[in-house]
C-alpha cells in the first residue's frame, strides 16, 4: 500500500471541529503585470537551498521540525537537514508533531507517536486531532471526546463536534445545540448555542439564529449577536463579516475598521491581508492600506515575508511589498520556526530567512 503524507494533521480532524463560517485565503498567489514591473527592478536577493532539494514530499517546520517523505519512507529532520525522528513503526499516514505527539494512521485507526518516535497511542481511534491545551479530540464509536498525553480517555466520546480546548475551554455539539465544557467535561455553564467556537483572548464566537457575536467565559453575552461571521480576537480585534463586507471590531464591538473589503484574513505580523476588487493587498491595525492592492492573490506574512507567485515562480515580499526573495522557485510555503519549503524541479528543500 502506498504512503500518503498528511498535512498538518488536516486530514484526520475531519468531523471534528465545524468550521460553517470558516472560509480560506487562496494560497496561489501571483503578482499583478504592473506591480511586477515596478518592483522586479528593485533590490533583491537570491536564495540558495539551506537543505537540498532531495524530497518528494514536506512539511512547514513545528516545534523544530518538518516531516519529509523519501520514496516510500518518512522521517522527521531538523533545521540542519538531519534525521530527528525516525518512526520506530511504519505506518500509512503521519502528522507534524504538536506538544510533542504526531498522528499516525494504521489501516482505518489512528494514533500517535512521541519525539522517540516511538508508538505511545495505539491507533484504535475513527479519527484524530492534534493535542493543544495538553488533550486531543478523538472519534471513537462515531462520537468525540478527549485523551490525555498518556493516551488515557479524558472526557467520553458522546458529543459530535468539538472546536478543541482553547483557554481552558472547548466548545462541543449534543444534540442540536453547542455548549462549553471544562477539562473535566463538565458543563462550564448552562447557556446553549446555535454554533460556538474556541475561546481567544478571553472571548468566544457563538451564533444564535443566523447571527454571530461573543461570549464571556462565564457564558455572558459580550457582544451582541449581529454579524454575518466572527472569528478570533487577536491584539485585541476580530474580524467579522457583514453581509459580504468584511471589517474588524475591539472586544467591546466597536467597529476599528469598518466592513469594506471583499475579504480579509486574521492579523499576523502586524498586517493583515484584504481584498479590495479582484486584488489583495495589506493592512495595518488602523485600516491604512501598508501593501498596495497589486497581487491577483495573495497569502499571510509569517516570520516578515509572504510567499508570491510571478511567471511560474515563486518568490517573497517584504511588508513594503518588495521583493525579499526573487522569484526562482517552483512551488514556496511560508516561513516557519524560519525556514520554507520550496519545491526545485519536483524535490522539495527548504530555505532559511534571509
Do not use: C
Amino acid at each position: 500500500m502506498s504512503k500518503l503524507l498528511l498535512v498538518a494533521g488536516a486530514s484526520v480532524a475531519v468531523g471534528l471541529a465545524f468550521l460553517s463560517q470558516t472560509q480560506s485565503v487562496p494560497l496561489d498567489v501571483s503578482l499583478s503585470a504592473n506591480s511586477v514591473r515596478q518592483i522586479i527592478a528593485q533590490n533583491t536577493s537570491t536564495s540558495s537551498l539551506t537543505i537540498p532539494n532531495q524530497f518528494d514530499s514536506a512539511t512547514d517546520f513545528s516545534e523544530g521540525i518538518a516531516l519529509v517523505q523519501v520514496g516510500e519512507e518518512f522521517r522527521y529532520i531538523d533545521r540542519a537537514g538531519n534525521v530527528a525522528v525516525q518512526p520506530t513503526s511504519e505506518f500509512e499516514l503521519y502528522s507534524p508533531f504538536a506538544e510533542g505527539f504526531a498522528i499516525v494512521k494504521s489501516g482505518d485507526r489512528y494514533g500517535y507517536i512521541d519525539r522517540t518516535g516511538a508508538l505511545v497511542v495505539s491507533p484504535r481511534f475513527e479519527t484524530a486531532a492534534p493535542f493543544q491545551n495538553g488533550s486531543a479530540a478523538i472519534r471513537l464509536n462515531q462520537n468525540v471526546g478527549f485523551i490525555n498525553p498518556q493516551g488515557q480517555v479524558a472526557i467520553q466520546p458522546q458529543f459530535l463536534y468539538t472546536s478543541g480546548f482553547s483557554e481552558g475551554l472547548a466548545a462541543v455539539k449534543l444534540g442540536q445545540k453547542y455548549r462549553y465544557i471544562s477539562p473535566t467535561g463538565k458543563a462550564a455553564f448552562q447557556q446553549e448555542f446555535d454554533d460556538g467556537w474556541k475561546f481567544s483572548e478571553g472571548l468566544a464566537a457563538v451564533r444564535v439564529g443566523k447571527q454571530w457575536g461573543y461570549i464571556d467565559k462565564t457564558g455572558k453575552v459580550a457582544i451582541a449577536p449581529q454579524f454575518d461571521g466572527a472569528f478570533d480576537f487577536s491584539g485585541s480585534m476580530a474580524r467579522v463579516r457583514v453581509g459580504d463586507k468584511w471589517g474588524y471590531i475591539d472586544k467591546t464591538g466597536k467597529p476599528i475598521i469598518p466592513p469594506k473589503f471583499k475579504f480579509a484574513s486574521d492579523f499576523s505580523d502586524g498586517v493583515a491581508l484584504v481584498k479590495i476588487g479582484q486584488l489583495w493587498g495589506y493592512i495595518d491595525k488602523t485600516g491604512k492600506l501598508v501593501v498596495p492592492a497589486d497581487f491577483s492573490y495573495a497569502a499571510r506574512f509569517s516570520d516578515g515575508l509572504a510567499p508570491v507567485k510571478y511567471d511560474n515562480q515563486w518568490g517573497y515580499i517584504d511588508h513594503a511589498g518588495k521583493i525579499a526573495i526573487t522569484p526562482q522557485f517552483d512551488e514556496a510555503g511560508s516561513f516557519s520556526d524560519g525556514m520554507a519549503r520550496v519545491q526545485v524541479g519536483n524535490k522539495w528543500g527548504y530555505i532559511k530567512q534571509p
